[in-house]
């Protein structure tokens, strides 16, 4: 991990926190973690990345690891911080990827930013909560945050059940899946546990905020995508239901939906390296002036 960039971006008086792997001169890549996760999710798979010519960019949302609180902060303030980082580091243009609570930021940042992003590709991602289905298959804790009136009650509500540092909060609320039991048997991988516990360096408000975030409905076009977009979700993922993907699947035009067997919900992160080598030979197509469709 000798070539690991984890560096600080100061902007408007706070700080967005996020590692720089893979190749310098590669594609670049934005990379947006799942909840509770953080900057460090990907750090595993550097060199994978390095040989695929990829430059992969994973920032800490708001309240994440080393990223400053933003209070009040909205799915679609997220296109804001994005275009900030790449600006900062002289990128113009990127690939997308997002993982599970990653997800709607990433469908967000490519509707919302149509002219910078090559492609996207959705793992695992959750859904538009608005999809009355999309509540379907969570725990009673997961569900109980969601549905409180605002972001302070999520955090209010989540330091008096799982306590300020998020000690008390479940890590799941489904056995984890057999393939990802399989590669944390296999394999040694230290930098995702080193993640999740860096989600909460700065206790459990990052993560309550988010996962209410999560919850609001959709409040931009997903139509609006303008490049490849791929949705792929393990077959044996029993963290967020696949009903997500293939919802996912039917907001955006052209969307192409990814089954994929013997995969559990983090074992598709393997699966990145390959898929975004993928995207980037793909044609960028344009939308139509006025319909936000190809």
Known sequence: MKDMQDTILRVEGRKI?????????????????????????????EERFARAGLRVLSPDRPG??????????????WARDTSTLADALGIDRFL????????????????????????TVILGGVTDFSWEPAWEGYSEHENALMRLPDGDAAREWAVHTFGED???????????????????????????A??????????????????????RPWDFDPSAVAA?????????????????????????PGA?????????????????PKLLTELRER??????PGTGRP
């Open 17 to 45: 926190a996020f590692t720089d792997i893979g190749d310098p001169q590669g594609t670049a890549v934005l990379f947006f973690h799942g909840a509770p996760m953080s900057r460090w999710n990907l750090v595993d798979q």
């Open 64 to 77: 994440y690891g080393g990223s400053t609180p933003v209070p009040g902060r909205s799915l679609t303030d």
């Open 96 to 119: 997308v990827a997002a993982h599970s609570s990653g997800g709607p930021y990433g469908a967000m940042v490519a509707a919302t930013l149509p002219d910078r992003v090559l492609g």
């Open 166 to 192: 998020g000690a008390g909060l479940p890590r799941s609320s489904a056995p984890r899946p057999e393939p990802d039991r399989k590669l944390f048997a296999e394999h040694h991988v230290p930098w995702l």
């Open 194 to 215: 080193s993640a999740t516990k860096e989600a909460f360096r700065q206790g459990i408000g990052g993560y309550a905020q988010d996962a209410w975030i999560q919850s």
């Open 228 to 252: 490849p977009f791929l949705v792929v979700h393990g077959l044996e993922d029993t963290v967020v239901p696949i009903a997500h993907s293939r919802h996912t699947t039917t907001l955006i």
């Open 256 to 272: 192409e939906l990814r089954e994929l067997p013997d995969h559990g919900h983090v074992t598709v992160l393997w699966e990145l």
């Open 283 to 288: 044609p960028r197509t344009r939308s139509r």
